[in-house]
């Protein structure tokens, strides 16, 4: 269900949605347009400021173009793309680093070199992120370490807010410059873009208003015009004094790759800023996929990371192939265009559309903007990010997650974005490889005596299985198996056998829950069989999948004719050999210490009406492959098993036969069906030579009415071996759940 700001509606677009559109397209226009001034100001301060018109022009053009693509391919109606923050601060110290290697940071080559840089940064982010949609590892970005991408915002805290004091003093904040900082004029530009960013905290954080934001602007451009006044400060004066931009009444477009720019480019210099271009890349990818999650929890809908970014991905590259700046989806941007009244795409074409007209009109406006109010929205931006990462996290993150974030973050201030990234990637590989570890690879742990194969034996055999089944060992593995989690397993198995009186005979790991192994966790399973071998034991692995199995064969844990690792398609087929090898046999045994007349007798509580009830069957002699019934007959007789051996199989869907359950002497089979008068619902087949009795639903009846004695003591016996099935299933069951 969306929020009433969020939903979108369908059907025919009524006049009254159309000027909502109009209107929230225009709402969102005014905040853009500041933020990409202060974007522009903040990328081309200092050194660079000669080329602020251009800097204007490519991030309105990016803005635009960006806003209008977006708006178009995104799954969410509203969305609204535009620069963001975190990339603006990376790119701002990639450009004022290309910008110190030249001795005039205004020169043709200087700037030619910045621009085309910014051109190849959107171009190249755009190429990434249509790889990563078309690839559809949208989902796998989710798997980032909250800790990293918190590092990541936070150095962007840190960029923005050193950029905003560089765009109201022109000085770049540094160990080199902080004397500068204490003359007066620029005091009192800090001061003010302080106290604008400290307003804008205080009002944003208390009035949620989709005007709150723009009110601010204009009210903020209004105070600063009339103590400019009080001042008796003119507009040239002004400019002068740093209060307001100076820059040309038209705004510069430049595209690098048509104007004759790329003749000027020094090619090293950009080579030399491929690791924060890599950074940049990474940053974008990340804050498209936040931002796109943002929005879902803020909308209550949901978004298709795939699709956002391709549609960011395809926006940037157009952005790029005209020289602007890098977009994205903006989260603030969309939530205020839902807020102010949005009801479908239209809203964003249009905020992109009067973006563009304020570009190709000319930015005369521009000159009229006081420095200390995109200063001071710079400053908010950024002091906003280091509060909620370096302050409001140490209360909700644990001491390591914290540790983690300050790291990132002081790396990549001291070190610059790139060297950020490279701690952030290794530090993400690290947590994740200590946190999977955590997670125990064994679903469940239990003995042989607690779970059995699927075969039903003969009383003194499962007797005997009660007794020594702890002797077999079984655990079930799960998700993906790393080095971490192997090494786990093998010290849990040897404290497991080192531990116990009774010796282990048999340990059977169970990898139908497992969907991969670490080449580096093959070591433990050699080290696993190495120690099996030490200890007389039998390692027995069962549902391995084929690169699993492939990789062990590599490793020569398993080898042909082998005694000391056993593999078997399927974890019954294993549990049946373990028993069989613990009772001593590998072939049910047809002649045992309890015939089938004494098992009979016994079970119906007199030798005598045991005798009887034989003279009422049906005998059978059954050859290895023959059926009793098959699935789908009549339930019309049930079935006594004197010697020899049965397995019920079922077919699936696809024709291939499940088996369920074998059967091994002196028991009962076909009772179910035969009771409830319900067609069989599995087939029973012979696996060896098999004698077999029959009881028809005839003769029980006419049982029941001339022999009820002998009835009774029947349907007791089945009660009797129902009981013993269902109070084993129950143990089972008990012990699953342990």
């Known amino acids: 269900m969306s929020t009433p700001a969020f939903a979108a509606r369908r059907g025919t677009v009524s006049f009254s949605d159309t000027i909502q559109d ?54 969410l109606k509203t969305a609204i793309a535009g620069p963001d923050a975190p990339t603006m601060a990376i790119t701002s110290a990639v450009a004022g680093s290309i910008a110190a290697t030249y001795p005039d940071a205004g020169a043709p080559n200087a700037v030619a070199t910045v621009m085309v840089t910014i051109g190849l940064a959107t171009g190249a982010t755009g190429i990434a992120l249509c790889v990563l949609g078309v690839l559809k590892l949208g989902r796998w970005i989710r798997y980032v370490p909250y800790p990293v991408i918190g590092g990541f915002l936070a150095a962007s805290g840190w960029l923005l807010s050193a950029g905003a004091i560089k765009v109201v003093t022109g000085i770049k904040v540094d160990l080199d410059h902080l004397a500068a900082f204490a003359e007066a004029d620029k005091l009192t530009h800090i001061a003010a873009a302080a106290v604008y960013a400290a307003i804008l905290m205080f009002v944003l954080n208390r009035w949620r208003h989709f005007l709150a934001l723009p009110t601010l602007l204009v009210a903020g451009g209004t105070v600063a015009f009339a103590i400019m006044a009080a001042l008796g400060l003119d507009v040239p004066q002004a400019k002068l004094q740093g209060w307001l931009l100076d820059v040309p009444s038209e705004t510069a477009m430049s595209v690098p790759w048509i104007d004759g720019s790329l003749g000027f480019v020094d090619w090293n210099r950009i080579f030399s800023q491929s690791g924060n271009l890599a950074a940049i890349v990474a940053v974008t990818t990340i804050i498209v996929l936040v931002n796109a999650t943002g929005i879902e929890v803020e909308g209550r809908q949901d978004a298709d990371l795939n699709r956002e970014l391709r549609s960011s991905g395809t926006a940037n590259i157009v ?10 989806l903006s989260l603030n941007r969309t939530i205020l265009n839902a807020r102010a009244g949005a009801t479908s795409r239209m809203s964003g074409v249009i905020s992109g559309i009067l973006t563009l007209v304020i570009l190709f009109a000319g930015t005369r406006f521009a000159g009229f903007i006081p420095v200390p109010i ?3 929205l710079l400053l908010f931006m950024g002091v906003s990010l280091l509060f909620n990462w370096v302050i409001k996290s140490r209360r909700r993150l644990g001491p390591g997650d914290y540790l983690l974030i300050l790291a990132i973050f002081l790396v990549a201030v001291r070190f610059g974005y790139a060297a950020g990234v490279l701690v952030g990637v290794v530090a993400a590989s690290v947590m994740f490889a200590v946190t999977y570890s955590r997670v125990r690879v064994v679903k ?23 007794r020594h089944g702890n002797r077999i060992h079984i655990l079930w593995l799960q998700g993906y198996v790393f080095f971490g989690s192997a090494y786990n397993l093998l010290e849990e198995i040897k404290r497991r056998v080192e531990s116990r009186e009774t010796a282990l005979g048999w340990i059977v790991l169970d990898f139908h829950m497992v969907s991969g192994l670490d080449s580096s966790a093959i070591y433990s399973f050699v080290r696993l069989r190495q120690f ?27 080898v042909e004719r082998d005694t000391v690792v056993r593999q078997f398609p399927d974890l019954d087929l294993a549990l ?3 028993e069989e090898a613990l009772l001593g046999s ?48 009549p339930a019309d007789a049930l079935y006594l098993i004197r010697n020899g051996r049965v397995s019920v199989v079922m077919a699936d869907l696809d024709g291939r036969q499940i088996r369920l359950r074998s059967m091994i ?9 035969y009771y409830r008068s319900q067609p069989r619902t599995a087939s029973v087949v012979a696996d060896i030579p098999t004698t077999a009795y029959r009881l028809s639903v005839d003769r029980l009846r006419r049982m029941e009415s001339e022999q009820p004695e002998i009835a009774a003591a029947f349907h007791t016996m089945i009660v009797r071996v129902l009981a013993d099935r269902l109070s084993f299933a129950n143990t089972e069951i008990a012990a699953l759940q342990r």
Request: glycine fraction near 10%.
């Open 444 to 466: 469940h742990e239990l003995a042989g005596n607690e779970f059995s194969s699927t075969v039903d034996r003969p009383a003194e055999q499962a007797s005997e299985l009660r």
């Open 374 to 376: 995109l200063g001071g």
């Open 22 to 75: 109009l209107s929230s397209g225009a709402v969102v226009a005014v905040v853009t347009v500041c933020y990409c001034l202060s974007y522009a100001a903040l990328i081309f301060a200092g050194d660079l400021a000669p080329a602020l018109p251009l800097g204007i022009g490519a991030v309105f053009a990016g803005a635009g173009v960006c806003a209008i693509v977006v708006a178009a391919m995104s799954s």
């Open 532 to 558: 099996a071998e030490d200890h007389r034991l039998t390692l027995v692995l069962t549902g391995l999948p084929a690169s699993v199995e492939n990789a062990m064969r590599r490793q020569k844990v398993l």
């Open 319 to 328: 952005s790029g192939l005209i020289g602007g700046v890098i977009s994205n």
């Open 576 to 578: 049946e050999w373990c």
């Open 665 to 673: 002497g002196r028991t009962v089979v076909g009772e179910m069906g």
């Open 586 to 633: 590998t072939e049910p045994d047809a002649e045992s210490h309890d015939p089938f007349d004494n098992w009979l007798a016994s079970e119906m509580g007199d030798p005598a009406i045991a005798q009887r009830f034989m003279s009422i069957l049906e005998p059978l002699d059954l050859d290895p492959g023959s059926s009793l019934f098959k699935q789908g007959d």
